[in-house]
């Protein structure tokens, strides 16, 4: 929520009406028939049931590969996609002449492009790096800047202000039960072309903090682990150190029955 009001504060520099132009990128959006996930098929051969899975049948044939999936979650909780969390995707198959068309590249965005709620579309991620063996998948959409003229790290933090939620949401076509971009809503956003330079400056700015933020979890993971891995030797296996520095039940240490606890 601050990224966003601190943008808006940025953006208030400026006279905006000026710059707003449509349709500077590319887009792409996966079709779910390209795409297999992973998960098992039950196949019956002359020796008897062989439990495989779809991916693997699919990959044996020479117009599918092996894939890895960045999801709609993955979109959804990141401010950017980065090489480090290639290991954390799901995999599954993709034909050949699909790979380059959904690969992921650096200076592209993702958004959410359908989901049950209009507030959880158009929620936007920046691609950091290159990636080779990397798709986007199903409800998402994919921007390709043109980077002549917009700046994705620029546009990743834009589409995280009430000014493009509000433009999504109104704009989201569907009731009920599910919503949806239209590749009209998404051409037709209207975007503020600050000159190039200054562009680069703010997706910097927003970059360099969510970079901050994700050390400062790991370090908070790193602390908590610590923690619980100090309270198991101490307070589970019982080996606190004993007066010589040693774990007090390795080293022969005795438990003693204490009435009060």
């Not at 132009?21 to 390209?34: A, K, L, M």
């Not at 044939?61 to 999936?69: G, I, L, S």
């Not at 920046?126 to 790290?153: Q, R």
């Not at 969510?210 to 790193?222: E, G, T």
């Amino acid at each position: 929520v601050w990224y966003a009001k601190d943008l808006a504060a940025m953006l208030e520099e400026y006279d905006l009406t000026q710059y707003k132009v449509v349709n500077q990128w590319t887009y792409e959006e996966i079709d779910e028939s390209t795409v297999t996930e992973e998960k098992e098929v039950i196949s019956e051969t002359e020796d008897g049931y062989v439990i495989s899975t779809e991916v693997e049948q699919l990959a044996a044939e020479d117009f599918y590969q092996y894939v890895k999936m960045c999801n709609f979650v993955d979109v959804y909780y990141n401010w950017a996609i980065t090489s480090d969390m290639e290991k954390k995707f799901m995999e599954a198959t993709a034909r050949t002449n699909e790979i380059e068309r959904f690969k992921l590249k650096r200076g592209q965005v993702a958004l959410t492009k359908d989901s049950e709620t209009r507030f959880d579309i158009g929620i936007a991620t920046y691609i950091a790096d290159d990636f080779d063996n990397v798709i986007l998948g199903y409800h998402n959409a994919l921007i390709t800047p043109n980077p002549e003229k917009l700046s994705g790290k620029y546009l990743n933090a834009l589409l995280h202000t009430d000014y493009a939620r509000t433009y999504f949401a109104n704009n989201a076509s569907g009731s009920g039960q599910r919503y949806a971009l239209s590749i009209d809503a998404l051409n037709n956003f209207p975007v503020p072309l600050l000159p190039l330079a200054e562009q680069e400056r703010i997706g910097d700015i927003f970059s360099s903090i969510d970079q901050k933020i994700a050390l400062n979890c790991a370090i908070n993971d790193n602390l908590e682990a610590m923690a619980k891995q100090l309270y198991d030797y101490w307070f589970v296996q019982f080996d606190f150190p004993n007066e010589e520095g040693k774990p007090y039940k390795s080293s022969g240490g005795k438990m003693v029955w204490n009435e009060k606890l």
